[in-house]
């Protein structure tokens, strides 16, 4: 039923006016302390949402790709509070935050499907903070696994995993060793 809701604030998102932007890998949508004028949808490529560690690790607060909207957060900001940055060629639409806004407060059935929205978010993201608050690279490594259809992505984006499990790429490459060690190098079915 929330896809079913999320569809809709995409296809009410969509009746509103909007601009599409486009972003090479590496090119940010936008930074911390930005001023907050439109907020992103995610019309194709993927975005991730960062966090700079003072002692330099980049956290990835979220991973947006085609359907998702990118820091629907800072809707109520003044101010970014985190990067967003293309991971790979990416397509978005933009809208004006006053138009957001003032579609709240003037259509129940937009605020509906914006809260509908928001509880999937929220969702997500408590799910992500107790992957955060297990101790060990395996311990997280089995709850992302198991909030991800039981599959690991392809090799090439091990290193977002170890992002968003809060750890170092070396460490989730260390307890993947070990897996398939232990299985005598049969293929396990994550990989």
Known sequence: MIDIMFETLTDRLLELGHSAHRFGPGEFLFRGGDEVRSLHL??????HLIRH????????????????VIAEA????????????AVKSTQTLSFPKSTIRTELSRDPGFAEAWSAF???????????????????????????????EGRLPDKGKWN??????GTSPEALY????????????SRPAWS
């Open 42 to 47: 995610i019309d194709e490529g993927e975005v």
């Open 53 to 68: 560690q003072v002692d330099g690790f980049v956290l990835i607060l979220q991973r947006a790709r085609a359907g998702a």
């Open 74 to 85: 800072s809707l109520f900001s003044e101010r970014y509070h985190c990067d967003a940055v």
């Open 118 to 148: 928001l509880a999937r978010e929220v969702q997500a993201t408590r799910l992500r903070a107790e992957v955060l608050t297990l101790r060990t690279v395996a311990e997280r490594l089995d709850a992302w696994i198991g909030s991800n």
């Open 160 to 165: 977002t995993i170890a992002k968003e499990i």
């Open 174 to 185: 260390r307890e993947l060793a070990k897996r398939r060690k232990a299985r005598g190098r």
